[in-house]
C-alpha cells in the first residue's frame, strides 16, 4: 500500500489549497479514506474522511464549510480542497486508508502553512 500526498504549501489567511493523495496497491474503491492532521506539540487530528462509495462523508468541526473531500475511484486519489484557510489550520496533513474500524495505513503527509 502506498499513499502519495501532495499539494500542501504556504498560503496567506483566507486562501485555498487542494491537496490530492494517489493511492496505489490495494482496491482503492472498496475503502474509506480520509484526512488526518498534526500541528506543531499537537496530537493528530481527524480532518475528513468518506466512504468508499463516496455517499457518507465526515468532517471536524473546526473545518465544516470550509473543507470538502472527494475521491475518483477510477483514478485511485483522494482530494481534499479547503478554502478560507486559517492560520490553525497550519498542520502535517496525512492521507489515511480505513481498514475495517480502523485505519491501517497512513502516507507520509504534506505541510500545509497559513501565514501573512
Known amino acids: 500500500v502506498q499513499l502519495q500526498a501532495s499539494g500542501g504549501g504556504l498560503v496567506q489567511p483566507g486562501g485555498s489549497l487542494r491537496l490530492s493523495c494517489a493511492a496505489s496497491?490495494?482496491?482503492?474503491?472498496?475503502?474509506?479514506m480520509g484526512w488526518f492532521r498534526q500541528a506543531p506539540g499537537k496530537g493528530r487530528e481527524g480532518v475528513s474522511c468518506m466512504r468508499s462509495s463516496g455517499d457518507s462523508t465526515y468532517y471536524a468541526d473546526s473545518v465544516k464549510g470550509r473543507f470538502t473531500i472527494s475521491r475518483d475511484n477510477a483514478e485511485n486519489m483522494l482530494y481534499l480542497q479547503m478554502n478560507d484557510l486559517k492560520p490553525e489550520d497550519t498542520a502535517l496533513y496525512y492521507c489515511?486508508?480505513?481498514?475495517?474500524?480502523?485505519?491501517?495505513?497512513w502516507g507520509q503527509g504534506t505541510q500545509v502553512t497559513v501565514s501573512s
Open positions: 489515511v486508508k480505513g481498514g475495517g474500524s480502523v485505519i491501517d495505513y
Open positions: 496497491g490495494f482496491a482503492f474503491e472498496n475503502y474509506a
